[in-house]
């Protein structure tokens, strides 16, 4: 037998993704497919955007009309953010969507005795909300201030792509619980959500219809289609009539109680629940979720940057839009969507689904949450869809994400006992640790940090409930003072290095210019 050539069995690192139909400054046709696609991701959005009020907001005294305001006005500042970011941000086609790194000091402000002890719920509710707002306000800072003075770019330096895989695989992996466990939770609609997803776009995707594959480019909404339908036939034959009420919750189509909740039409506007308040302690837990954020969101500007057949961002691209994401949390705390902002993973994922990593598609989908938020019956019919529907797609969209993190590995010597330790150890207590901190809550009922000091307790436990997070500290620790010295190239460093500055690589101009000639007034770094 012939000896293999070395060409056979490796193959070359190469800095953008192959394959993909629909680059980030290439675009769809305006007719239908570009307006489905951008559709497609605002459904996908729906999950999170309903997910976190819904959990929230009976915590906090409030009713489902209350739930449905808050359910609309997130989706409606989503909207804004997504068109800022992918406007004057990192130009990548990202959906800015609410984050879960808010749930703990959220939680917390909710569990605060003098917020409890109000005995009327709707007023009890209210003074949460401004409790909740003035601490987003407050916390917006940070990254307004790490993004427009160029220090998270700074920072940024210390970063290899040996220290960025662990951090970008977490970005997905970290997710785990959003996934299978949630499907657990109904297996009758989310196993065949996710056996019909994995089948439309994989397995069917040479399915052909006048040149487009259909079956590929809108499994997504295809495959909910199919299961919602499913679902509501469930529902409406009394199949969980007898099911107890978490069964119900999870796995009816008439439980949300959004949509005979929902107004016909309602714009929603800055303090709309009132002046918000402000405290110290809220303040500094929320900080730590909006580093949470920053940190999970620069893993997953990576990712889509890959899967939008980009170059890596820029430090100074990154930082701006690290800048302009602290002015969507700016713009949640003066709205009141209860949540602060980030990168929708999700959506990041279904860019490499669908080969479509288009800003214009990104763009109309942000179109679409802004128009569906203010006419509200219409929003709430599909946001009556299952979580577990969901649950079932983010198990193939979460592990795409991962597994772009992964594909950094091919920049660096994985020949090298440093980089397999770095990389193992990073990716081990970046999983483990969360997971002992969830565990520790689910049991105690607080935070493995539990002193008289709030504010410390929120901001410690905040930020070791983030996988990305764990990992970035461990890997980028260790990168950095483990014979750093010797192993720039074995860390990536020559490649990682024409993209560390706007001018480094030709494409940058192409991928990460300012519309509208703004780049004069605004020269990149």
Same mark, same amino acid.
């Given at each position: 037998?012939?000896?293999?050539?070395?060409?056979?069995?490796?193959?070359?690192?190469?800095?953008?993704?192959?394959? @993909?139909?629909?680059?980030?400054?290439?675009?769809?046709?305006?007719?239908?497919?570009?307006?489905?696609?951008?559709?497609?991701?605002?459904?996908?959005?729906?999950?999170?955007?309903?997910?976190?009020?819904?959990?929230?907001?009976?915590?906090?005294?409030?009713?489902?009309?209350?739930?449905?305001?808050?359910?609309?006005?997130?989706?409606?500042?989503?909207?804004?953010?997504?068109? @800022?970011?992918?406007?004057?941000?990192?130009?990548?086609?990202?959906?800015?969507?609410?984050?879960?790194?808010?749930?703990?000091?959220?939680?917390?402000?909710?569990?605060?005795?003098?917020?409890?002890?109000?005995?009327?719920?709707? =007023?009890?509710?209210?003074?949460?909300?401004?409790?909740?707002?003035?601490?987003?306000? *407050?916390?917006?800072?940070?990254?307004?201030?790490?993004?427009?003075?160029? =220090?998270?770019?700074?920072?940024?330096?210390?970063?290899?792509?040996?220290? =960025?895989?662990?951090?970008?695989?977490?970005?997905?992996?970290?997710?785990?619980?959003?996934?299978?466990?949630?499907?657990?939770?109904?297996?009758?609609?989310?196993?065949?959500?996710?056996?019909?997803?994995?089948?439309?776009?994989?397995?069917?995707?040479?399915?052909?219809?006048?040149?487009?594959?259909?079956?590929?480019?809108?499994?997504?909404?295809?495959?909910?289609? *199919?299961?919602?339908?499913?679902?509501?036939?469930?529902?409406?034959?009394?199949?969980?009539?007898?099911?107890?009420?978490?069964?119900?919750?999870?796995?009816?189509?008439?439980?949300?109680?959004?949509?005979?909740?929902?107004?016909?039409?309602?714009?929603?506007?800055?303090?709309?629940?009132?002046?918000?308040?402000?405290?110290?302690?809220?303040?500094?837990?929320?900080?730590?979720?909006?580093?949470?954020?920053?940190?999970?969101?620069?893993?997953?500007?990576?990712?889509?940057?890959?899967?939008?057949?980009?170059?890596?961002?820029?430090?100074?691209?990154?930082?701006?839009?690290?800048?302009?994401?602290?002015?969507?949390?700016?713009?949640?705390?003066?709205?009141?969507?209860?949540?602060?902002?980030?990168?929708?993973?999700?959506?990041?994922?279904?860019?490499?689904?669908?080969?479509?990593?288009?800003?214009?598609?990104?763009?109309?989908?942000?179109?679409?949450?802004?128009?569906?938020?203010?006419?509200?019956?219409?929003?709430?019919?599909?946001?009556?869809?299952?979580?577990?529907?969901?649950?079932?797609?983010?198990?193939?969209?979460?592990?795409?994400?991962?597994?772009?993190?992964?594909?950094?590995?091919?920049?660096?010597?994985?020949?090298?006992?440093?980089?397999?330790?770095?990389?193992?150890?990073?990716?081990?207590?970046?999983?483990?640790?969360?997971?002992?901190?969830?565990?520790?809550?689910?049991?105690?009922?607080?935070?493995?940090?539990?002193?008289?000091? *709030?504010?410390?307790?929120?901001?410690?436990?905040?930020?070791?409930?983030?996988?990305?997070? *764990?990992?970035?500290?461990?890997?980028?620790?260790?990168?950095?003072?483990?014979?750093?010295?010797?192993?720039?190239?074995?860390?990536?460093?020559?490649?990682?290095?024409?993209?560390?500055?706007?001018?480094?690589?030709?494409?940058?101009?192409?991928?990460?210019?300012?519309?509208?000639?703004?780049?004069?007034?605004?020269?990149?770094?």
């Amino acid at each position: 037998m012939a000896e293999p050539k070395p060409e056979e069995i490796s193959h070359p690192p190469m800095d953008q993704l192959q394959g @993909l139909e629909y680059c980030i400054d290439s675009n769809p046709s305006w007719a239908g497919e570009a307006i489905a696609l951008g559709f497609q991701h605002y459904i996908l959005a729906l999950g999170t955007a309903v997910m976190i009020p819904s959990f929230l907001v009976p915590l906090m005294g409030g009713t489902d009309d209350d739930k449905v305001r808050v359910v609309q006005t997130l989706l409606f500042v989503e909207g804004i953010n997504t068109l @800022l970011q992918t406007l004057f941000g990192t130009r990548l086609p990202t959906v800015i969507g609410g984050s879960y790194a808010f749930m703990v000091p959220i939680i917390s402000i909710i569990h605060d005795t003098t917020l409890l002890n109000i005995e009327d719920n709707h =007023m009890r509710f209210l003074y949460t909300m401004r409790a909740v707002q003035g601490a987003l306000i *407050v916390a917006s800072s940070i990254q307004i201030i790490l993004g427009y003075s160029q =220090m998270w770019a700074i920072c940024t330096r210390f970063f290899s792509p040996l220290g =960025m895989i662990p951090v970008i695989a977490l970005v997905g992996f970290g997710l785990f619980d959003k996934g299978f466990p949630v499907v657990g939770r109904c297996v009758e609609i989310g196993i065949p959500m996710l056996i019909l997803f994995i089948a439309f776009s994989q397995y069917l995707k040479n399915f052909h219809t006048k040149q487009l594959p259909i079956l590929e480019r809108f499994a997504l909404i295809i495959s909910i289609t *199919v299961i919602w339908a499913y679902a509501h036939l469930l529902t409406a034959s009394g199949a969980y009539k007898h099911r107890p009420e978490l069964t119900q919750l999870n796995c009816r189509t008439d439980k949300a109680n959004l949509i005979s909740s929902a107004p016909w039409i309602k714009i929603p506007y800055p303090l709309q629940w009132g002046a918000p308040t402000f405290d110290a302690g809220h303040a500094f837990g929320m900080m730590a979720a909006v580093l949470v954020s920053l940190i999970e969101s620069t893993g997953s500007y990576k990712a889509a940057a890959r899967l939008a057949s980009a170059t890596p961002p820029p430090a100074h691209i990154l930082s701006r839009g690290i800048g302009w994401q602290g002015i969507g949390i700016l713009l949640d705390g003066l709205f009141g969507t209860l949540t602060g902002s980030t990168v929708s993973v999700e959506n990041v994922g279904l860019l490499g689904s669908t080969r479509v990593g288009s800003r214009r598609v990104i763009q109309i989908s942000a179109g679409f949450m802004i128009f569906f938020s203010i006419l509200g019956k219409f929003g709430a019919l599909f946001a009556s869809i299952p979580f577990t529907i969901f649950a079932a797609v983010y198990c193939v969209l979460f592990g795409i994400v991962a597994s772009v993190g992964l594909s950094f590995m091919q920049f660096t010597n994985m020949n090298s006992m440093r980089n397999l330790f770095i990389i193992g150890v990073a990716l081990f207590l970046g999983l483990s640790v969360p997971e002992y901190y969830r565990e520790y809550t689910a049991k105690a009922l607080h935070g493995p940090a539990h002193t008289r000091a *709030v504010w410390f307790n929120d901001f410690l436990n905040t930020i070791f409930f983030s996988s990305p997070t *764990v990992a970035l500290i461990v890997a980028v620790l260790l990168d950095n003072t483990l014979d750093y010295k010797d192993s720039a190239r074995d860390r990536g460093m020559p490649w990682w290095a024409n993209f560390r500055t706007f001018k480094g690589d030709s494409r940058s101009e192409e991928f990460y210019s300012l519309p509208f000639n703004l780049n004069r007034f605004f020269p990149p770094s």
